[in-house]
């Protein structure tokens, strides 16, 4: 078998930068970045959304007035067409 044809796997840090939450974990991504985390500095990737932050994960989601929505539409549209 070939050496050295696998990325190094190490310890990483994703930062949720909506909400400051940190995730530690092992991923092949490095960043020049690093955070300290319990006494020990790790490269630091950050993203713009994360499980921490997303509506779908939250519950915080916005329900969308879609009656209101038919409702301005016939009205605009009314006898288009008749």
Known sequence: MK???????????FR???S???FL????????KTIELDGETYPVI??????ASHP???GKQRIMDSAGRVEKFNKR????GA
């Open 20 to 22: 400051g939450e940190t």
């Open 77 to 80: 549209f009314k006898g288009f």
């Open 46 to 51: 950050d993203v713009e959304i994360s499980s």
């Open 16 to 18: 949720d930068l909506a």
């Open 25 to 32: 974990t092992r991923s092949t991504l490095t960043s020049e």
């Open 56 to 58: 779908f994960y939250t």
């Open 3 to 13: 050496t050295d044809t696998h990325p190094e796997y190490n310890a990483i840090v």
